[in-house]
């Protein structure tokens, strides 16, 4: 079992406020960095999973993170906490094939 935060944010808000593509890009890799920081992995777009045990308290970390980041608290619209018993790929269903691995990347920048 393990835990995977999910997230969006608002880029329409974030282009009336003027912030640049580079800044967006900066905000979203902040995000990513707290996350992986508190051992959160990129699955896909915005889902970061957490198989360890400790991971439900990871989870909170992470909030605790994002609420001392203003533009975390200004531009985040959706931010869900789920519970992952069990990860079944279903691609195959429609596609023939199976889902490409999970990527520890954001927006094409590796993260180390």
Do not use: C
Not at 66 to 90: G, Q
Request: proline share 5%; aromatic share 8%; hydrophobic share 40%.
């Amino acid at each position: 079992m393990g835990w995977a935060i999910a997230y969006d944010h608002t880029t329409e808000l974030m282009g009336t406020d003027g912030m640049t593509e580079s800044e967006i890009v900066l905000f979203y890799n902040s995000v990513r960095d707290v996350l992986y920081d508190k051992g959160f992995v990129r699955s896909q777009l915005s889902v970061y999973v957490n198989p360890n045990t400790d991971a439900r308290e990871r989870a909170d970390d992470v909030f605790a993170a994002l609420k001392t980041m203003p533009k975390a608290v200004k531009y985040i619209n959706r931010l869900h906490l789920f519970r992952v018993e069990d990860v079944s790929d279903v691609l195959p269903l429609v596609a023939g094939r199976p889902s490409a691995p999970a990527r520890n990347t954001s927006l094409g920048v590796k993260k180390p």
